[in-house]
């Protein structure tokens, strides 16, 4: 062939071309290994189960949780009641005027999240994440049913047997019940909980609660029985984003290849000099839900569960050698050993006082917030269409609609009165004068019209501050509101 | 070129190509999982296009088996809240004008159909606000040529001023130079004693004389005092408020030529709910008797 090629040289032109896929015989797409990870007991893994005792708890529980907020409220201490406009979280009361206390949140949680990575790397990711807790629980049901990993490997490659089915549907059956009822618990935040558990019960639920719960424990099946570390690699934003918070100080699961290095199978009695305390057993490996190698450094995969120092402080002292050659650690603090220095934990740098800074100041502001927040609301909208009226006897009247909002469950009357213009007086629409109280539903709003009539000689000024107060005659609580009394005069 | 891609050392895959300060991305492979969504989001499309409309055809569109339509839905809630309306609107067909005043759920509906009503059909001479302007009364001010009550608002609407309904208001007012009532000289002197009346400065020399001349003239309608009758829709003389202007030479043009505001009676062109808003919405502007 190549050397018909180079006869036909003198009547063919030669291409310098190279087929499109040529280069690369690796497939475009790739195939999900599947991750068969070891249960390692240790301290990280208690922790972990702690954690997801406690999410789970708050999750599955605060729905049920009572409030008693009187009669005309929701009993329920938790609720998103959107039909209503009200967000109930125990003691507070959310109006939709109000959702900046839920923005001050979403910062307070935003900041927490860069604190805590700049300070210890993926937390969240690790022990927190929504993700990592389900897909922790789901293993922990693989693998009450079909064992542990060298047992699942077996299995997965064993023909198909009555013992495997079974096995296998007991497993997926598990898993769509905490499918089910984790969807089930999400619509609980939405509705009294008692009522629509009931309802749903019953068939007698609204559709929406029921395609909710169905979507939810379609996801929920999916990505932590399924998808499970495809998810965090490569659907999720936050590892990408996280580094961004890290520097070389930042605590991370690391491998101290200061110590471990280099690594190599090792016997029993031999020598540990010259020679790094990694035996290259990969317990590390086989025991990480990604399925990664950490000894490979920071890697974009790693969520950093801390079940790998688990793994190796067993090896660790299984071989006699001191435990944490995988450990929380820092980058700078593996650099400095390596150079026979000190290593030292900087927890205060400018990254994570600015953070604390932005969270203290955010909570402080919402706490001052929540304190001062009044159970009534005033809001004074002048006339603007026309500015003033000129009556019969020559004064001159403003008008203004003043929109009232009790926030508390029983009706409250109110005083208003006017400052700021003593020869004023002041009318409301629809009342024969102003000491008759003015009264508002439970938790409603009420507009109610003022007039305001000033004879034409007390005004001196083209626009007059004045204040519009109303009192809480049962509580004796008062709003004020700045507004002007404006009156026809060129400047 | 020539096939040989770059290989990134630390990690082993190939880039490609692309460098930003240094940094290059990897050329990683796609999971498979991704491919099979992307199918099964085009398999989800054609189930789409029979559930739902799709395809527009050349004077029409496929529909979709289930005849989903936005257009259906808003129509839907509509004829919801036409239905709503027309319930609330029926409430107020019975009720007196006081007890729609009175009552907090008719009063509501009230003021909002009576302000849609005034935007579309009143501002254009008695502007948005009701605050009115030369020849056109203010509404929300305490001065009223034919009664500040509801009642007296609620007629003034139905059957308007000086219009053609044969229950209009009705008066007029002679125009005393024009038709030769009385001089130049006299009407100059009643000026005088208009503006003396109320409050303004005047020609102390020719009050006497014209106030004379007003207990002949105008007293039948303007009240001996000068405060007017609103029998006849005769305005007061001795406030503040001019509807054409209360300086010299408007009020000299007043008596010598007359005025003839006319307002359009409503009772055939609005509805009867509509007219008892409108009379709810102006009786709440500030000067409602
Ligand atoms: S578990 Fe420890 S000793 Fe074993 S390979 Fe991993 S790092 Fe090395
Ligand atoms: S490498 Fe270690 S810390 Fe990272 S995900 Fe795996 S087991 Fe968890």
Not at chain 1, 202 to 212: C, G, Q, R
Not at chain 1, 221 to 237: D, F, I, K, N, S
Not at chain 1, 470 to 480: I, Q
Not at chain 2, 105 to 133: K, R, V, Y
């Amino acid at each position: 062939m190549a050397g018909e090629g180079v006869k036909a040289a003198a009547s063919v032109n030669r291409h310098d071309v190279e087929a499109v896929n040529a280069a690369s015989r690796r497939s475009l797409y790739k195939k999900r290994e599947k991750i068969h990870p070891k249960r390692m007991e240790g301290t990280f893994r208690r922790i972990k189960w702690a954690a997801m005792a406690i999410f789970l708890g708050i999750y599955y529980l605060t729905p049920w949780i009572r409030w008693d907020r009187g009669p005309d409220a929701p009993h329920q201490a938790v609720l998103l009641d959107f039909p209503a406009r009200r967000f109930y979280f125990f003691f507070i009361e959310i109006w939709p005027q109000e959702v900046y206390y839920i923005t001050g949140l979403l910062i307070l949680a935003a900041v927490g999240l860069f604190l805590a990575t700049s300070i210890a790397g993926r937390l969240w990711c690790g022990y927190a994440c929504p993700q990592t807790v389900w897909t922790d629980l789901f293993i922990a049901v693989e693998r009450f049913f079909e064992g542990d990993r060298n047992e699942r490997i077996r299995l997965d490659q064993a023909p198909w047997s009555l013992s495997k089915i079974s096995r296998k549907t007991a497993k997926h059956l598990t898993w769509i019940v905490i499918a089910m009822a984790t969807g089930g618990a999400w619509v609980f935040y939405f509705a009294d909980a008692p009522t629509l558990a009931h309802q749903l019960l019953t068939f007698d639920a609204p559709a929406i609660a029921y395609t909710t719960i169905a979507t939810m424990t379609a996801t929920t099946y999916l990505l932590g029985g399924h998808a499970r570390e495809q998810v965090c690699t490569y659907m999720c934003p936050w590892p990408r984003i996280q580094g961004a918070m890290l520097d070389e100080e930042s605590l991370a699961v690391s491998y101290r290849y200061d110590r471990g290095e280099p690594r190599g199978p090792h016997k029993k009695g031999e020598p540990w000099e010259g020679r790094g305390d990694c035996i290259d057993c990969r317990q590390c490996v086989v025991v990480c839900p990604m399925g990664i190698d950490i000894r490979d450094g920071l890697q974009l995969e790693c969520i950093q569960c801390a079940l790998c120092i688990d793994a190796c402080d067993d090896i660790m002292t299984k071989i006699g050698r001191p435990k944490r050659l995988i450990a929380y650690d820092t980058d700078s603090n593996i650099q400095a050993r390596m150079k026979g220095e000190k290593p030292r934990y900087r927890l205060v740098r400018p990254r994570t006082v600015i953070y604390t800074a932005i969270l203290v100041v955010v909570s402080l502001i919402m706490v001052i917030g929540l304190m001062t927040r009044s159970v009534i609301d005033l809001n004074v909208i002048r006339d603007r269409n026309p500015l003033y009226v000129m009556l019969s006897d020559g004064s001159i009247r403003n008008g203004y609609t003043l929109k009232i909002i009790n926030k508390l469950h029983e009706p409250a009357r109110f005083a208003i009165s006017v400052e700021g213009l003593p020869q004023a007086s002041a009318r409301l629409l629809g009342f024969d004068d102003m000491s008759e109280p003015v009264e508002v539903a439970p938790d409603a709003l009420r507009s109610v019209r003022l007039f305001v009539t000033a004879p034409r000689a007390a005004l001196t000024e083209k626009s007059i501050p004045i204040v519009i107060r109303v009192r809480d005659l049962d509580s004796g609580t008062e709003v004020v509101n700045d507004t002007t009394f404006k009156a026809p005069i060129d400047e | 070129m020539a096939g040989k891609k770059e290989v990134d050392q630390f990690s082993g895959v190939e880039t490609t190509g692309h460098e930003w300060d240094g940094i290059k991305e990897l050329n990683n492979p796609l999971p498979r999982w991704w491919l099979w969504t992307m199918y099964a989001t085009i398999i989800w499309s054609f189930g789409y296009w029979v559930v739902m409309p799709a395809w527009p055809l050349i004077s029409d569109y496929t529909r979709g088996v289930i005849g989903y339509s936005q257009r259906a839905e808003l129509a839907d809630t509509m004829a919801k809240v036409g239905q709503d309306r027309a319930a609330r609107a029926g409430s107020l067909v019975d009720a007196s004008l006081e007890d729609i005043e009175k009552d907090p759920d008719m009063q509501g509906f009230a003021m909002a159909a009576g302000q849609a009503a005034f935007g579309d059909n009143c501002a254009p001479c008695h502007g948005s606000g009701a605050q009115g302007g030369k020849g056109y009364p203010n509404l929300s001010d305490d001065d009223w040529l034919w009664g500040g009550s509801l009642e007296d608002i609620h007629t003034t609407i139905l059957f308007g001023i000086r219009g053609d309904h044969s229950d209009t208001r009705y008066s007029q007012m002679p125009a005393f130079l024009k038709d030769e009532i009385l001089t130049a000289e006299q009407v100059d002197e009643v000026v005088e004693y208009v503006l003396s009346i109320s409050g303004q400065d005047h020609d102390q020399a020719k009050t006497a004389n014209g106030a004379q001349i007003f207990a002949e003239n105008c007293t039948v309608c303007h009240a001996e005092d000068g405060k007017g009758d609103r029998v006849q829709g005769a305005p007061n003389l001795t406030d503040a408020v001019w509807l054409y202007g209360g300086d010299r030479a408007s009020i000299r043009q007043t008596v010598a030529e007359s005025r003839f505001g006319i307002m359009p009676a409503w009772t055939a062109r609005l509805d009867p709910v509509t007219i008892k808003s409108l009379a709810v919405y102006v009786h709440s502007l500030g000067g409602g008797e």
